[in-house]
């Protein structure tokens, strides 16, 4: 527990440490690179960007400062928008928020169905599933979201093509990002549920006369649980990266292509900030399965 | 991207998927290799009375919004599309196999550092490392290939470190060791060469998956380059015209980078069982 949370602040040290230094391995002084497009090179605005990142001190000095000044929420000013970039961050995290959200929603239960299916099933309808997620894992999130933009928003009518806000919005782009992710739960709920229909107790709970029904729920679905929530919460924790892809397809005002805004502009506060941010979640939740994990399966702490 | 590939399903996949999958990829190839010949057009013609034209005898697969046939741009994109993924796993199975080695031949500190290394490179999660380094060098499609190729780099190491464990325990390691033979001069000659089989199968599904973050990158602006007819780039470049109802620039290169991607995963699935089936 204490080794684990350990690891984590070292990887968040490490990870903060590589998006920091970053400023300094492009090419020429790193004033002129932090301040940004060719307008922005006043002296006043030079000599804001040496305070905010207090060029003129040690280098280590300067990524404690800029490392200390972040985990108080002050991540500088947008050199594009001129606002504070915490500011910026916390009008367009709530829609991110939601759309992982929504598409969690899809993928664990569509995911965990489809492999709960392929796996009682077998047969054809196994064959189907498993070629149906080789497909989908194939299929980059930006073509999936121009063919769902096509086929739904614009053939059919049946959803809005542009704008954001309401869960109508939401749905196309929510299916995008869940795609991939349910290709992978129901894959490995497949394999878990596999695994655990050949164990002694199962065929016990057979040879006792229990229902089919009630084995898969209670016997073999219950045994493949810790690995399908290990999986979900590892998926969902990549979804924040997801976004950048499918917001910027579908247009939404989110995180993700605020980052995809930020580079094409050359906006460095804003891009190490929500650089800063995507890792951090993702360390955090990866951190935070992997403690839960022996919670939700006994038998993981026995082993251990 | 590790999980990607150790949920492959483990079952070999149809023959004839496979067969199916390597003539598409032959005839990518041959398109990509023979595209001045074959096209119809040049693929910067710009040509506004064709604008957006569905499909016809004059342009088989439709025009985009500049008019350019669309069918002459997906193939030469096949050439973007192809090289960028091979000269990034070029980059990454170099870097990739020559750290993976290092660290099983010697363990100890080398293998802790090179294992450390591969953590931080790991907390980024998908493209976002990729993705500084974008931001930090400029966009291009030289940046976004050679900081795909280091992303890519920890992947391969681990992938070839245990590989390599395995190999390194084999009775030939010790009796080249016997004869007097260099460390060097044993992994570069013979360990190497001995792990080339698993290698390839792994690169393959790899490919595949290159291909896709390289159309991704192309597509957030951050790799290929207007006037490129890279295929991402044809997807992003496209996208204004779906409101119109015109789904060709969108549909034609989408549909070939989901084609060359499926098929790629057939066929280096089905290699990694063989692969993997011998080794035992």
């Given at each position: 527990m204490v080794r684990k949370l350990a690891g984590l602040v070292a990887t968040l040290l490490a990870t903060s440490f590589v998006i920091f230094a970053a400023s300094y391995a492009a090419p020429g002084d790193p004033v002129t690179f932090l301040a940004g497009g060719k307008e922005n090179l006043t002296p006043e605005y030079l000599a804001a960007i040496r305070a905010q990142y207090h060029l003129d001190d040690p280098f280590l000095v300067q990524y404690g400062r800029w490392l200390g000044d972040a985990v108080t929420g002050d991540l500088g000013r947008s050199t594009q928008y001129h606002d504070q970039v915490s500011d910026l961050m916390a009008a367009r995290l709530p829609s991110t928020l939601a759309l992982v959200a929504y598409a969690s929603v899809l993928f664990v239960v569509f995911g965990i169905a489809l492999g709960v299916l392929a796996a009682v099933r077998g047969g054809r309808t196994d064959s189907a599933v498993v070629a149906g997620t080789t497909f989908a894992t194939s299929v980059p999130a930006f073509v999936t979201a121009t063919v769902l933009i096509s086929l739904f928003g614009v053939q059919l009518g049946w959803f809005p093509v542009m704008g954001g806000g309401s869960l109508w919005h939401l749905t196309l782009p929510a299916v995008t990002l869940a795609l991939g992710a349910l290709a992978i739960i129901s894959r490995v709920t497949r394999q878990s549920m596999i695994e655990?229909?050949?164990?002694?107790?199962?065929?016990?709970?057979?040879?006792?006369?229990?229902?089919?029904?009630?084995?898969?729920?209670?016997?073999?679905?219950?045994?493949?649980?810790?690995?399908?929530?290990?999986?979900?919460?590892?998926?969902?924790?990549?979804?924040?990266?997801?976004?950048v892809t499918v917001e910027t397809a579908f247009g939404l005002n989110g995180i993700g292509s605020l980052l995809v805004n930020a580079i094409n502009t050359h906006d460095f506060p804003v891009t190490q900030a929500v650089l800063l941010?995507?890792?951090?979640?993702?360390?955090?939740?990866?951190?935070?399965?992997?403690?839960?994990?022996?919670?939700?399966?006994?038998?993981?702490?026995?082993?251990? | 991207?590790?999980?990607?590939?150790?949920?492959?399903?483990?079952?070999?996949?149809?023959?004839?998927?496979?067969?199916?999958?390597?003539?598409?990829?032959?005839?990518?190839?041959?398109?990509?290799?023979?595209?001045?010949?074959?096209?119809?057009?040049?693929?910067?013609?710009?040509?506004?009375?064709?604008?957006?034209?569905?499909?016809?005898?004059?342009?088989?697969?439709?025009a985009d919004q500049s008019g350019r046939?669309?069918?002459?741009r997906v193939l030469y994109g096949a050439r973007t599309?192809?090289?960028?993924?091979?000269?990034?796993?070029a980059i990454a199975s170099a870097l990739g196999v020559a750290l993976g080695t290092l660290a099983a031949w010697h363990r100890g500190w080398v293998d802790a550092v090179v294992s450390r290394l591969t953590d931080v490179m790991y907390a980024f999660?998908?493209?976002?490392?990729?993705?500084?380094?974008?931001?930090?060098?400029?966009?291009?499609?030289?940046?976004?290939v050679v900081a795909l190729g280091l992303a890519y780099t920890p992947t391969i190491a681990k992938y070839t470190r245990s590989v390599a464990l395995g190999e390194c325990g084999k009775p030939y390691i010790d009796a080249y060791r016997v004869q007097g033979m260099g460390g060097f001069a044993i992994c570069v000659r013979h360990l190497v060469p001995n792990m080339a089989r698993s290698l390839?199968?792994?690169?393959?599904v790899l490919f595949g998956e290159g291909l896709m973050s390289?159309?991704?990158?192309?597509?957030?602006?951050?790799?290929?380059?207007?006037?490129?007819?890279?295929?991402?780039?044809?997807?992003?470049?496209?996208?204004?015209?779906i409101v119109q109802g015109a789904f060709l620039p969108v549909l034609v290169p989408g549909a070939a980078i989901a084609l060359v991607v499926v098929s790629f995963n057939v066929i280096g699935v089905r290699l990694a069982d063989r692969m993997g089936v011998r080794g035992t």
């Open positions: 655990q229909r050949e164990l002694d107790h199962v065929s016990v709970a057979r040879a006792g006369g229990l229902s089919e029904r009630l084995i898969v729920v209670r016997h073999v679905f219950r045994g493949a649980l810790g690995p399908i929530v290990t999986m979900c919460g590892l998926v969902t924790a990549g979804m924040l990266a997801g976004t941010l995507m890792v951090a979640a993702y360390i955090a939740v990866t951190t935070a399965v992997e403690l839960l994990h022996p919670l939700i399966d006994p038998r993981v702490r026995s082993r251990a | 991207m590790t999980t990607l590939v150790a949920t492959l399903s483990p079952k070999p996949a149809r023959p004839l998927g496979q067969l199916l999958a390597t003539a598409f990829l032959g005839l990518v190839v041959a398109a990509a290799v023979l595209a001045p010949l074959v096209a119809p057009y040049a693929p910067e013609a710009v040509d506004f009375a064709a604008t957006l034209a569905p499909m016809s005898p004059g342009h088989p697969l439709g046939d669309l069918l002459t599309s192809l090289i960028g993924p091979l000269i990034l796993l999660p998908g493209l976002l490392f990729v993705v500084l380094i974008v931001a930090v060098f400029g966009n291009g499609m030289t940046t976004a390839v199968g792994y690169l393959v390289l159309a991704t990158l192309s597509f957030l602006g951050f790799g290929a380059q207007p006037p490129s007819s890279d295929w991402g780039l044809m997807v992003k470049e496209g996208q204004p015209a």
